[in-house]
Structures are given as C-alpha cells and as structure tokens.
C-alpha cells in the first residue's frame, strides 16, 4: 500500500513540475540559509578548539562602574593584579587562568610585514585551554619565575616568518626590538574563540606594562576551570559574595565618581548578553535569545506562508481527483493518508536538497580562509527541527484542505 | 474600470488574503532593505573631507604612567620624525583619530542648546597630513593655543546644530563639562565634511581641539607616495631604540578604512543576498498560484470572450486584478512603512524612508506585473468555443 502512495505521489509531483519546483525550492532555501547561519551562531558559543571546556567553564572579563547619581558607567576587563586578588583566591577548587585582551603588531620580514595578533598569559591558561602543539612546547611557572623571554607561535606565523615546515623551536622572533625565543608552536585557532585565539602568546612576564598596579581595571581576562563540573553554580555564588565586598574605584572626578560596581563570573554565552543587553544584575541572555527567535521566526514567516498559498491552490486543482476517488469508494481517512504521505515525501525531498546545498556552503566557507581556521559544523538539532516545522505547514496547508474537500458530498467535490 | 477591479477583488478577499499577507511582508521586508540601501548610498554619495591614500597611522605606547615623562617622548618622537624625508607631515592625535574603533564625545552647549559631537584633540599640521579643506575662517596655530580661548574647528553639521543659519566663525561655545573647570571655546574655523568611521558614515558633529601634551599618543603621517614596508620597518625600528619600553605599531589608513568599509557591506550583502531569494521565492509562489486562479477561471474568460472583449482587455483585466491585490497588501505595508519617518525612527531622515518606500513600492509593482504577465497572456489567447466546450 505505501508503495502505491509512494507511486501516486511521484506521479503527481511529475506532473506539476513547476509547483514542485516552487515547492522545493521555498523548502530546501529555507532550511539552508537557516541551518547555515545556525552553524555560524552555533561556531560562536559552542566549545570548540581550543576551548574544549567551554561548557563547563567561568568567564570574569568584563567589571562596569556606574555612578548612580550622574548616571555615568564605565566599564572594562579586569586588571591582572584583580585575577590575583579575587580570583585565585576563591576556595572552590578551579584553575583560574589570566589572558590579557590580544592586541595587533607588526612583524617586518625583509621588507614586507606581518601582522599579528599577540597576547601575554600565565602558565594556567595553556592548562584550561586544550591546544594541540606541532611542535616544541607550552612555558611554565618556571619559565615565568626565571623570567624568560620565549613565545608560542601558531601554524600560520611559523610559515611566514620560518618556512612551512621547518622547524621553529629555538630559533629567535623580534618583535619591537626585543628578541623572543620561540619555545613551542600550536595549530591556530579561529579569531571567533575571543578568548583564545592570538597569532603569538608570551608570558605576562615579557609585558612592558606594570601588572603590580593595584587599580581593579586593567587589560586582562579570567579563564576559571572548575576541578569538578558541578562546581559551576558554587564558584558562581562564591564569586558574587566576593565581588559585593569590592569597593568601586575613588576618583576625585566630580562628573564620575562611580559608587555601584558589577561584575560576575559568567559561563560563555552569557558573558556576552550582559555586556550587549544587560542592566544592572540582570544578564539580558532571555532579551537576547528573544530577539534572536523573533528575527528567526520572521524570517521564516514567508516562505511558510508562501508554501500554504501554494498548497492551497494545489488542492484546489485536485479537487475533481478528490470526487472521483470518493465516488469510487475511498474513505476520508484513505483520501487524506495519501495526502499526509505526498506531503511528507516532498518535505523530505526538500530536506534532503537543503542537506546537500547547506554542508556545501558550510564546507565552501572552511575551505575559503574568509576566517582563518573556521570549523563550522552542521547542525542536526535545528535541521531537524526545521525540517519538523515545515512537515507541520506542509499537512495544515496541504492536507487540512484536502481532508474538509474529502468530506464534502461527491457532486460537491466534482463541481469545485 | 478600476474601480469595479477594486470591487471584484473586495468581494473575493477572503479567498485572496494569503497572497495579501504575501504582498504586505514582502513589502516589509523589500522597505527595510531599500531604506537601508538608499541610506548608505546618499552617505556614500557626499565627499569625505579627508585622504587616506599616503597616510600611516601610529599606535604609540610609552607604557609609562609619568605625565611628564611622556610629554618629554613625545617631543622626542616629533624631533625624530623631522629627520624622514618619506614624511611629509604629522600630527599627534586623540586615541579617536580616523578609522580606528574609539570613540569621544562630549556635550556641547550655545546658549542653553545641548548638542553632542566627537571630540578629536589634533596638532595644528593635522589638516595637511589629512589633506583637509577648510570652507570658512581658518585652521588654529600654536600661538592660539596659549589666548583666553581655546580654538577649536568645527564640521558644518555641528554648526548648523549649534548656531543655525548664523555665522560660526569667532562664536564662543561653552562645553558642558569643561566650562566651569578650564577656559571656553572659540571657533576659529569650521570644515564641511569629515567621514571619519567610514565611507557610509551621515554628515555628524566633530569638534577639533589644540592636542594637550599627555594622553594623545597616536598619530597620523603622511607620507611620500610609493613608501612601503621597507620605510615603515626603518622607521619603527629607529623609533623603538629612542626608548626601550615603547611599543609601536603603524597601520595604512586606507586598509584600515577598508575593514571599517566591510563592516557596512557585509552585513547589507548578506541581507541584501538574503532579500533576494526571499522575494524570488515569493515570486515563484505567486507565479504558481496565478496560474491556478486564471485555470480555474476559464468559463469565466470564455464568457467574457463570447461577450466581446478583446484579447487586450482579457490580459489587463487579470494584470489589473492582481495589481489590486497587490495594491490592498501595500495599503497595509504602508501604513506599517509610515510610522517610521512619523515616529522619527532611528533618528534617520523623513526622506529616507519614503525615497525607501518607493522603491519598495515600484518593486512590488514590477514583481506583481512579471508574474502575472504570462499567466494573464495565456488566459487572454484561450478561444471561447473551446474553454465553453468543456463544460
């Protein structure tokens, strides 16, 4: 019996090539530029390389001073000597790691440049984080304590700057008149990981800038790694019983002088929405998912309505189709199996057109180097919810009709 | 004619609403990119008031906290720099110098009017690295800098805000902030145009103002045309040994201005992009149900061929029909459309949006006569005999 839906399906699908074809390609459009701007938003929150643990993983970057009674706020990462304070100190057991913001110079190389990201970091941040070294290896304590002037380098500045290939452990990289000494090479990493991704990484004892200064705001950023995933919400709790004890920043400006001070440990995700939406304690992470989903849902709004408008008047067609199954002797519920099964293969169809065009777009885009090291991945979770959306319109538009048309009284039907 | 048209397609409006909905988010959709369109491109249209080409920009890091000490560096710096022939003129400038992310603003105020404008702390040779007009009075020089005022140079935009019709040169202009602490302002000349964040930025306010010796460590060069990285290398090399804690780093202002170019055009091409397979999408729907309809119809058309209309008639009778429904989905898209310039929405001006409007609306117009062209000339060449037969 499936079979011979299956048969009568591909027959009228044949027969209409232009609607199918309108239909198809509203479905399988769709779903491709959703599931390819998914993997994209999927690429920017998710864990990835080298920030494997990112799920289970505290952000403190961002600590914003506001002066409730001129309304002025400020804001900024963290100082160094902060991490040190606050931070390390926490008693949950966690690794906490330092990395300053990255910042760009320019490496000259017999006379064309190289411009590079560069980062200073404690010796933690290589235990947080789970780079793959080609070669060579991380700095440790002990590199910092004897203050040794090394740096890691990834993939792409050891092809410029020594040659593809060849080995770099050893050799000596000048950046602004001081000579560095490369210890280790790591595969790089997309600049979309905010956090970790940098062309050179140097040990913060090799930063010009002074790291004992005891000011709250500064250049640096914490990594925090709970020993225990389930420590998350503890050193969360603990973070906030510290940070209400923090005294804002005295300044003898009388246009700021802040007097309320925020900053908390934040898992990855909403790091960010604080930062773009949120006010006060508030995190702005439902604001922004909300707004998300609106400008998914309007997007999608079109197509859907298009795919009912084409539904409709399909059915409208087929109405004579209808009369004479029904005179013949086929029940309501045979009549609308057929259309459920119709609808679902073309939904299918669709799907499977979306799946070929997105991982195409999805593997040109990591084939480009549009952004260097970019891993965006395909997304089965909202294809698969797409593909259950557009089933959903597909049976309301195509076989609610057909059902209410099998009811009707056959003269009725075969008058349509 | 019409207005029978309208009554066809009024009385069969429940079966035409989804083609309605259609026609109004297409609308929607097509009024948001044209407005966004017509927008950067009048912003694109109007003159920079600045060249890139030649100009270097330096990120200089003393990593000192000492005032004093980096007034004493920077001279240093400036003394060096006289000694290249490759550059031609510089100036030290605030950390918001063209095309960089940082931005400064203050409130200024003119008789009790407040109005917000960048402020960019320049050297006096500012306009010749930058290659800068200046349209009324004049650029300030080293001996203004020590009078009762301080001079600054001021877009037109910002004049217009602040004065009006009236003439800005020699106005005085107390700074919200700074008027009761240090000396006022006196504008002493005033430039027309300043894109400095990119080529699609509108006409804004910016304020020039004398550079004060301490935290204005960056700075633009020009320099001679055909210098590359090997100059660039020297330089920086030879600056770097004058102190041995100083970073620098040297950017060309045209690829800096380029990256702030991209982070408009992208967004606008991929949304652009996205537009256009939504909108083809909905053409081919449309095309679809038309075709249906007309089919549907065809003892109607046979009728009206037996009465005598012409095949022309028949053809605008159906291209008319379609327009009307696409007419009833516009209304309600306009009446969406129009709240923005009422509103004042985005602070964007009222011409925008309508110039946006209509384009959106010839859009769909054209949209709606190429799909329903050729299904209308296929009704249109139906013979009556045969279609009556049927039945």
Same mark, same amino acid.
């Given at each position: 019996?499936?079979?011979?839906?299956?048969?009568?399906?591909?027959?009228?699908?044949?027969?209409?090539?232009?609607?199918?074809?309108?239909?198809?390609?509203?479905i399988s459009f769709t779903l491709t530029i959703l599931v390819v701007v998914t993997a994209f938003f999927d690429?920017?929150?998710?864990?990835?390389?080298?920030?494997?643990?990112?799920?289970?993983?505290?952000?403190?970057?961002?600590?914003?001073?506001?002066?409730?009674?001129?309304?002025?706020?400020?804001?900024?990462?963290?100082?160094?000597?902060?991490?040190?304070?606050?931070?390390?100190?926490?008693?949950?057991?966690?690794?906490?790691?330092?990395?300053?913001?990255?910042?760009?110079?320019?490496?000259?190389?017999?006379?064309?440049?190289?411009?590079?990201?560069?980062?200073?970091?404690?010796?933690?941040?290589?235990?947080?984080?789970?780079?793959?070294?080609?070669?060579?290896?991380?700095?440790?304590?002990?590199?910092?304590?004897?203050?040794?002037?090394?740096?890691?380098?990834?993939?792409?500045?050891?092809?410029?700057?020594?040659?593809?290939?060849?080995?770099?452990?050893?050799?000596?990289?000048?950046?602004?008149?001081?000579?560095?000494?490369?210890?280790?090479?790591?595969?790089?990493?997309?600049?979309?990981?905010?956090?970790?991704?940098?062309?050179?990484?140097?040990?913060?004892?090799?930063?010009?800038?002074?790291l004992k200064k005891t000011r709250l705001r500064g250049d640096y950023m914490a990594l925090i790694l709970p020993?225990?995933?389930?420590?998350?919400?503890?050193?969360?709790?603990?973070?906030?019983? =510290?940070?209400?004890?923090?005294?804002?920043?005295?300044?003898?400006?009388?246009?700021?002088?802040?007097?309320?001070?925020?900053?908390?440990?934040?898992?990855?995700?909403?790091?960010?929405?604080?930062?773009?939406?949120?006010?006060?304690?508030?995190?702005?992470?439902?604001?922004?998912?909300?707004?998300?989903?609106?400008?998914?849902?309007?997007?999608?709004?079109?197509?859907?309505?298009?795919?009912?408008?084409?539904?409709?008047?399909?059915?409208?067609?087929?109405?004579?189709?209808?009369?004479?199954?029904? /005179?013949?002797?086929?029940?309501?519920?045979?009549?609308?199996?057929?259309?459920?099964?119709?609808?679902?293969?073309?939904?299918?169809?669709?799907?499977?057109?979306?799946?070929?065009?997105?991982?195409? =777009?999805?593997?040109?885009?990591?084939?480009?180097?549009?952004?260097?090291?970019?891993?965006?991945?395909?997304?089965?979770?909202?294809?698969?919810?797409?593909?259950?959306?557009?089933?959903?319109?597909?049976?309301?538009?195509?076989?609610?009709? /057909?059902?209410?048309?099998?009811?009707?009284?056959?003269?009725?039907?075969?008058?349509? | 004619?019409?207005?029978?048209?309208?009554?066809?397609?009024?009385?069969?409006?429940?079966?035409?609403? +989804?083609?309605?909905?259609?026609?109004?988010?297409?609308?929607?959709?097509?009024?948001?990119?044209?407005?966004?369109?017509?927008?950067? *491109?009048?912003?694109?249209?109007?003159?920079?008031?600045?060249?890139?080409?030649?100009?270097?920009?330096?990120?200089? $890091?003393?990593?000192?906290?000492?005032?004093?000490?980096?007034?004493?560096?920077?001279?240093?710096?400036?003394?060096?720099?006289?000694?290249?022939?490759?550059?031609?003129?510089?100036?030290?400038?605030?950390?918001?110098?063209?095309?960089?992310?940082?931005?400064?603003?203050?409130?200024?105020?003119?008789?009790?009017?407040?109005?917000?404008?960048?402020?960019?702390?320049?050297?006096?040779?500012?306009?010749?690295?930058?290659?800068?007009?200046?349209?009324?009075?004049?650029?300030?020089?080293?001996?203004?800098?020590?009078?009762?005022?301080?001079?600054?140079?001021?877009?037109?935009?910002?004049?217009?805000?602040?004065?009006?019709?009236?003439?800005?040169?020699?106005?005085?202009?107390?700074?919200?902030?700074?008027?009761?602490?240090?000396?006022?302002?006196?504008?002493?000349?005033?430039?027309?145009?300043?894109?400095?964040?990119?080529?699609?930025?509108?006409?804004? $306010?910016?304020?020039?103002?004398?550079?004060?010796?301490?935290?204005d460590d960056t700075m633009v060069l020009k320099v001679r045309a055909g210098s590359g990285a090997e100059e660039?290398?020297? %330089?920086?090399?030879? +600056?770097?040994?004058?102190?041995?804690?100083?970073?620098?780093?040297?950017?060309?202002?045209?690829?800096?201005?380029?990256?702030?170019?991209?982070?408009?055009?992208?967004?606008?091409?991929?949304?652009?992009?996205?537009?256009?397979?939504?909108?083809?999408?909905?053409? +081919?729907?449309?095309?679809?149900?038309?075709?249906?309809?007309?089919?549907?119809?065809?003892?109607?058309?046979?009728?009206?061929?037996?009465?005598?209309?012409?095949?022309?008639?028949?053809?605008?009778?159906?291209?008319?029909?379609?327009?009307? %429904?696409?007419?009833?989905?516009?209304?309600?898209?306009?009446?969406?459309?129009?709240?923005?310039?009422?509103?004042?929405? *985005?602070?964007? !001006?009222?011409?925008?949006?309508?110039?946006?409007?209509?384009?959106?609306?010839?859009?769909?117009?054209?949209?709606?006569?190429?799909?329903?062209?050729?299904?209308?000339?296929?009704?249109?060449?139906?013979?009556?005999?045969?279609?009556?037969?049927? !039945?």
């Amino acid at each position: 019996m499936l079979f011979n839906y299956l048969k009568i399906t591909l027959a009228v699908l044949k027969r209409r090539k232009f609607f199918t074809f309108i239909s198809l390609f509203g479905i399988s459009f769709t779903l491709t530029i959703l599931v390819v701007v998914t993997a994209f938003f999927d690429h920017l929150v998710s864990a990835g390389y080298p920030e494997v643990n990112r799920d289970n993983s505290l952000y403190v970057w961002n600590i914003k001073e506001k002066d409730t009674k001129n309304g002025g706020s400020s804001s900024g990462p963290v100082s160094f000597s902060f991490i040190n304070t606050y931070i390390r100190t926490l008693k949950t057991p966690a690794k906490v790691a330092a990395v300053s913001m990255f910042n760009t110079i320019n490496i000259y190389l017999n006379n064309h440049k190289i411009k590079v990201m560069y980062r200073y970091t404690d010796a933690n941040f290589w235990e947080v984080t789970s780079f793959e070294f080609l070669e060579g290896k991380r700095y440790t304590a002990q590199n910092i304590a004897n203050n040794d002037y090394v740096v890691v380098i990834n993939d792409n500045v050891r092809d410029q700057y020594v040659g593809k290939g060849q080995p770099a452990v050893g050799k000596m990289l000048e950046v602004d008149n001081v000579k560095y000494r490369i210890i280790g090479v790591v595969k790089g990493c997309p600049v979309t990981r905010l956090h970790t991704s940098s062309d050179l990484y140097f040990p913060y004892n090799t930063s010009k800038a002074d790291l004992k200064k005891t000011r709250l705001r500064g250049d640096y950023m914490a990594l925090i790694l709970p020993n225990n995933p389930n420590d998350k919400l503890k050193l969360q709790e603990e973070f906030k019983a =510290v940070a209400s004890k923090i005294k804002p920043t005295k300044t003898d400006d009388k246009w700021f002088n802040p007097d309320k001070l925020y900053v908390f440990a934040d898992t990855y995700f909403v790091s960010f929405t604080r930062e773009l939406k949120g006010s006060g304690d508030g995190d702005g992470s439902t604001l922004i998912i909300s707004i998300l989903l609106g400008v998914v849902l309007l997007f999608m709004s079109l197509p859907a309505i298009n795919l009912v408008n084409v539904n409709m008047s399909r059915i409208m067609e087929r109405a004579s189709e209808i009369g004479v199954r029904k /005179a013949f002797g086929a029940s309501s519920k045979t009549l609308v199996m057929q259309f459920v099964i119709e609808n679902i293969i073309l939904t299918l169809i669709g799907g499977v057109i979306a799946l070929i065009l997105s991982s195409l =777009v999805i593997f040109y885009i990591n084939q480009s180097n549009l952004i260097a090291y970019i891993d965006l991945s395909f997304n089965w979770k909202v294809f698969s919810v797409a593909i259950l959306v557009s089933l959903i319109f597909g049976l309301l538009s195509g076989v609610y009709p /057909a059902w209410r048309m099998s009811k009707l009284q056959v003269v009725d039907a075969l008058k349509y | 004619m019409i207005k029978h048209l309208f009554k066809l397609i009024w009385k069969r409006r429940k079966s035409n609403s +989804l083609m309605m909905t259609e026609i109004f988010f297409s609308f929607l959709i097509l009024f948001a990119v044209c407005s966004l369109g017509v927008y950067n *491109f009048q912003n694109y249209m109007t003159p920079a008031g600045l060249e890139t080409n030649n100009v270097w920009v330096a990120f200089i $890091n003393f990593n000192t906290s000492s005032d004093t000490a980096k007034a004493e560096y920077k001279e240093l710096i400036s003394q060096q720099l006289k000694r290249y022939r490759e550059v031609e003129s510089f100036s030290y400038t605030s950390s918001n110098a063209p095309f960089t992310f940082s931005t400064m603003s203050n409130s200024l105020s003119y008789n009790k009017k407040k109005v917000s404008s960048d402020i960019v702390s320049v050297e006096p040779d500012f306009p010749k690295a930058m290659s800068m007009e200046i349209t009324q009075g004049r650029w300030f020089t080293k001996g203004d800098i020590a009078g009762n005022f301080v001079p600054v140079v001021i877009t037109k935009h910002l004049a217009k805000e602040l004065f009006s019709t009236e003439d800005a040169v020699g106005k005085i202009i107390g700074d919200g902030e700074e008027a009761a602490v240090s000396k006022k302002m006196k504008v002493v000349g005033v430039v027309d145009y300043y894109k400095h964040k990119s080529d699609f930025q509108e006409l804004d $306010n910016t304020l020039f103002r004398p550079s004060s010796d301490k935290w204005d460590d960056t700075m633009v060069l020009k320099v001679r045309a055909g210098s590359g990285a090997e100059e660039e290398a020297k %330089i920086v090399r030879e +600056l770097a040994r004058l102190g041995k804690d100083w970073t620098i780093e040297i950017q060309q202002m045209g690829e800096m201005k380029s990256n702030r170019n991209n982070l408009v055009l992208v967004p606008v091409l991929i949304l652009l992009i996205i537009c256009g397979f939504l909108v083809f999408n909905v053409a +081919l729907g449309m095309f679809g149900v038309l075709f249906q309809t007309i089919n549907r119809r065809k003892q109607e058309i046979g009728v009206r061929r037996a009465m005598g209309a012409t095949k022309g008639a028949i053809l605008w009778h159906f291209i008319g029909e379609t327009a009307v %429904i696409a007419t009833f989905g516009l209304i309600l898209g306009l009446f969406f459309a129009i709240q923005f310039p009422l509103l004042n929405v *985005f602070d964007v !001006e009222a011409s925008v949006y309508l110039f946006g409007m209509l384009l959106a609306v010839i859009a769909i117009y054209v949209l709606v006569g190429i799909c329903a062209f050729y299904p209308s000339r296929q009704a249109s060449v139906l013979q009556p005999a045969v279609v009556l037969h049927e !039945e």
